[in-house]
């Protein structure tokens, strides 16, 4: 613990199992991540990080410079004078280009998440993650109705032929309707079912 290894917002090298940390830390920082807030973190050393990215990477892969690559030097220059998280919701800076690993998902061999850091630029309150509700993403930021998605699918419902479809999830909820796997998911704030993926 004193390493890092629990905390989501500690520099994501190394945070994995793969990188010594014990498994029981993953409990721990899966617990946290559920009680964070759908906020990206200010203040987080990326400076720091994007410094210490193309010496890990030569490391990990064996390279004699990957700073000498076009596209580690570019994505390093992009990301040092973003300074924040929000360089990770421009699309090319989603992979890290020599592994072609996301930045947010995390690579099991070498980096946690920065989903942990930056979970609104990673895309956690998108549709997808609304939907699927990836472990590294908050619950704040997952747990929702998407009333929207859900009046594009109401029709397909089946609503008792003595009642008018909802109009939002909430009545959905209060009609009884979270059974169905569509409201469920589409509805999870409405419908109790907010629990992530592992």
């Keep these: ?31 946290a991540v559920g009680t964070m807030q759908c906020a990206d973190t200010d203040g987080f ?9 193309p010496a890990i990477m030569s490391t990990f892969l064996n390279l004699e410079d990957a700073a000498s690559d076009a596209n580690v030097s570019a994505l390093v220059t992009f990301m040092k004078a973003n300074n924040s998280c929000a360089g ?17 998902d995390g690579f099991d061999d070498l980096w946690s998440p920065l989903a942990y850091i930056c979970p ?16 590294y993403c908050p619950t704040a930021c997952t747990c929702t109705d998407l009333d929207e998605a859900f009046l594009l699918k109401v029709d397909e419902l089946p609503v008792p032929d003595d009642e008018n479809p909802p109009t939002t999830c909430a009545e959905a909820a209060a009609m009884s309707m979270c059974f169905d796997i569509y ?9 109790g079912t907010c629990d992530r993926s592992g």
């Design 1 to 31: 613990v004193t390493c890092g290894c629990a905390s989501t917002g500690s520099s994501p090298w190394y945070k994995v199992t793969a990188g010594g940390c014990p498994s029981k830390c993953d409990t721990i920082r899966s617990e």
């Design 45 to 53: 050393n990326w400076e720091g990080f994007w410094d210490a990215y």
């Design 88 to 104: 990770f919701a421009d699309a090319g800076a989603g992979a890290e280009p020599l592994s072609s690993n996301s930045w947010c």
């Design 120 to 135: 609104v630029s990673c895309g956690c309150s998108s549709e997808d993650s609304i939907l699927s509700k990836p472990a």
């Design 183 to 191: 409201v469920s998911r589409l509805c999870s704030l409405s419908c």
